[in-house]
């Protein structure tokens, strides 16, 4: 399967494809996300700002982050509730035109 052709949101066929990465779900049936998010293009992030990727990871909890709502993600990069969902819009916009591209 190449890489346009796997499903990028939980609304299309075959998302999480565990099949396609040999992926075992849990007893809950839950794909593990580190598994999948190392399936992602190693490349996605290269666009973004350290602030950005900062504010990206930590939102969504990637990269072994514990994920955190912008009412604690603006404290924890020193910035406002705006500034802090504006980086992460901004890295989302990003990462999504990159995959798209790819």
Do not use: N
């Not at 999480?16 to 190693?42: N, S, T």
């Not at 404290?75 to 989302?92: F, K, N």
């Amino acid at each position: 399967m190449s890489r346009s052709t796997l499903p990028l949101f939980p609304s299309d066929d075959g998302w999480p494809y565990p099949d396609v990465l040999g992926v075992e779900l849990a007893a809950d049936d839950e794909p593990d996300l580190d598994v999948l998010e190392l399936r992602a293009d190693p490349h996605a992030y290269d666009a973004l700002t350290l602030r950005e990727r900062e504010a990206l990871f930590r939102h969504f909890g990637l990269r072994g982050q514990r994920a955190l709502s912008m009412k604690h993600l603006a404290p924890a990069l020193g910035c406002s509730r705006s500034e802090a969902r504006d980086l992460v819009t901004s890295a989302i916009d990003k990462v999504r035109t990159r995959l798209l591209i790819t």
